[in-house]
């Protein structure tokens, strides 16, 4: 089976955005590859180390969601960056081949720089976020990496860094990798730009159900329908954005139709939708609640997927090593 790794940051709650784009593409992978998910803490790091603590909290919750949405750890290998020690140790190796030129030359690395004014980003960890991302990845071997779109510079970056090492030293210990672009909807946020964790609109797994109720029934809609007589335009509404996502074609067809033709009002078609959502998020209340009941259970699973992971890193720094000729 061939092999793919993917990780995560904790750098927020996951919401129903990371579900239906990241989160069940993993699922749907660990049946046919050999796969390797983890939860980024470090990478978190690079962007909150003024408030550290509450990486912990949010890594708690991407574990319990990993499990409440359906990886099986009998199927792939769960674990935690920073429990592997190795992740740091290639990265430091690798940063001594990466030029500086090629790190300043992301995309993200300039606008995040940029666009987030509250914190002083001009440090030496996050200009390096890609190196370390490279180290992740080379680490497994892994041959791809399921990622969405904004990730791909830091794949090419990889890329890059894996062709250096091999140029250098004369050593394919480490493969390039290949991003895994799947087409993934676009989830809206509530307030209709996309749903980030940073614009305070997304619909978060563990709000419970009647948080999540008041979300959707608060949302806006066509704001140019201004009775319920009126006809509406279904694109302009961030609701019907969200249908496309958790409705049945049927249902998408009958809202837009009912909107256009005044036939339902904005309340019944975000009652459609909210029993589509919970259609969603039921079950993995569910899971969550029995996963909640045992305790002990996460921390088991996370303890074998390190020591999975541990081995397969421990392999590759060995060859690394003994390629640089390390004492
Ligand atoms: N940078 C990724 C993101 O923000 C997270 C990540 C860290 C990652 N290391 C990785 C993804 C290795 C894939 C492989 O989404």
Redesign the pocket.
């Given at each position: 089976m061939e092999r793919v790794?993917?990780?995560?940051?904790p750098s927020g709650y996951l919401h129903i955005g990371n579900l239906m784009g990241a989160l069940h593409n993993w699922v749907r992978l660990q049946e046919e590859y050999e796969c390797f998910y983890f939860v980024?803490d470090w990478?978190a790091l690079t962007t909150n180390y003024t408030n550290p603590s509450v990486i912990r909290d949010y890594t708690e919750d991407l574990l319990l969601n990993f499990l409440a949405a359906g990886l099986d750890p009998e199927k792939c290998t769960i674990f935690v960056q920073s429990k592997v020690p190795e992740h740091a140790e290639l990265h430091i190796l690798l940063s001594m081949i990466t030029p500086l030129g090629w790190l300043e030359r992301v995309p993200t690395y300039k606008e995040k720089k940029e666009e987030i004014r509250n914190k002083d980003l001009g440090t030496y960890g996050f200009l390096g976020y890609p190196v370390l991302?490279s180290a992740?990845?080379l680490l497994y071997r892994a041959r791809y990496?399921p990622?969405g779109i904004d990730?791909v510079p830091?794949l090419e970056i990889t890329r890059e860094i894996a062709r250096r090492f091999a140029f250098l030293y004369k050593d394919d210990a480490l493969i390039e990798p290949e991003p895994l672009l799947t087409e993934f909807p676009k989830v809206t946020g509530v307030d209709g730009r996309k749903m980030s964790k940073s614009y305070d609109n997304a619909v978060y797994l563990n709000d419970p159900p009647e948080v999540v109720e008041k979300k959707i029934l608060t949302m806006v809609t066509d704001t140019q329908r201004m009775r319920r007589t009126d006809p509406g335009d279904p694109e302009r509404s961030p609701v019907f954005q969200l249908h496309k996502v958790f409705s049945s074609k049927d249902e998408i067809e009958e809202v837009a139709e009912g909107c256009r033709k005044a036939a339902i009002g904005c309340i019944d078609c975000k009652k459609i939708l909210l029993k589509n959502l919970f259609r969603v998020l039921e079950p993995i209340w569910e899971k969550r609640r029995e996963i909640s009941g045992r305790p002990g259970l996460v921390e088991g699973i996370v303890a074998s997927g390190v020591q999975k992971a541990t081995a397969v890193a421990r392999e590759t720094m060995a060859m690394v090593k003994e390629t640089l000729g390390m004492y």
């Open positions: 790794l993917s990780g995560m940051q980024a990478h991302q992740d990845i990496v990622v990730q830091h």
